[in-house]
């Protein structure tokens, strides 16, 4: 009974809700839709490339609804900052490729516009993966230096 009250509690929903307004949580929530968008144009021309952006959604997704529910903090065995940092730098990467293939290719209003959407996909999940780059997040301090050290 405790729990199904802790869990009904605003605090708990105000809890899942918070993150979207957040940096991380508003990227992972333009990644899925920017990618819903190029799935809708791929879909209306070829099929051939569509699985880029559905397979992106539903990583990002999963990602949004873990970050959301803090479920990452109950899964610790799970680099999440370097697994986050690995997706968003292989979408930018694969959607660049595919977006200068379907660029080149160019039949199709659709395609040209999906490829146009694909690259600022890439250039948002390159910012992604460049926010998300866990080493950036360690800061060096200086190590405190006595002055007397070293002196003759």
Same mark, same amino acid.
């Given at each position: 009974? @405790? ?24 990227? /992972?929530? @333009? ?20 699985? /880029? ?23 610790? +065995? ?6 986050? +940092? ?30 146009? /959407?694909?690259?600022? @996909? ?31």
């Amino acid at each position: 009974m @405790a729990d199904s009250e802790r869990l009904s509690a605003p605090g708990c929903w105000l809890a899942c809700t918070s993150y979207w307004r957040t940096r991380k949580g508003i990227l /992972l929530f @333009a990644e899925i839709v920017l990618c819903l968008v190029i799935l809708i144009c791929f879909s209306a021309s070829t099929s051939a490339y569509s699985s /880029l952006s559905v397979i992106e959604m539903i990583f990002a997704a999963v990602l949004f609804v873990f970050y959301m529910c803090d479920l990452h903090t109950k899964i610790p +065995f799970i680099n999440w900052p370097w697994t986050d +940092f690995f997706r968003s730098l292989l979408a930018a990467i694969l959607y660049l490729i595919t977006s200068i293939i379907v660029l080149v290719d160019g039949r199709g209003n659709s395609k040209i516009v999906a490829g146009v /959407l694909g690259l600022i @996909a890439t250039f948002l999940f390159g910012y992604d993966a460049y926010f998300t780059f866990p080493l950036q997040q360690q800061r060096h301090t200086a190590a405190p230096t006595d002055p007397t050290d070293g002196a003759v």
